[in-house]
């Protein structure tokens, strides 16, 4: 199992990014993908998941109506699409997958500052 993550950067308070994470090594279209956070000095927190068919998608409450989970399992890739974003949203992002075991991607580094 291999994750990608790519696409995170210096964005200024209420601009947007997007994030993905290409996936292998297993059916990405059988498993449900989350998009996980963690700022300095804190825990790695949930941010939104999103079902195998994409049917489903769950947020944080402080990314809701700010973010949006999407995947495409023709490319194995899941989005985040980040906008209005905060200061506090400042953080790495990783992608996960449980397939038998947790997996984690690298992570992106999303910095928002003015």
């Known amino acids: 199992v291999q994750l990608v993550e790519s696409g995170g950067g210096l964005v200024q308070p209420g601009g947007s990014l997007r994030l993905s994470c290409v996936a292998s090594?297993?059916?990405?279209?059988?498993?449900?993908m989350s998009w996980y956070r963690q700022a300095p000095g804190k825990e790695r927190e949930l941010v939104a998941r999103i079902t195998n068919a994409g049917g489903v998608t769950n947020y944080a409450d402080s990314v809701k109506g700010r973010f949006t989970i999407s995947r495409d399992n023709a490319k194995n890739t899941v989005s985040l699409q980040m906008n209005s974003l905060k200061p506090e949203d400042t953080a790495v992002y990783y992608c996960k997958v449980t397939k038998g075991r947790v997996y984690w991607g690298q992570g992106t580094q999303v910095t928002v500052s003015s």
């Open positions: 090594g297993f059916t990405f279209s059988s498993y449900p």
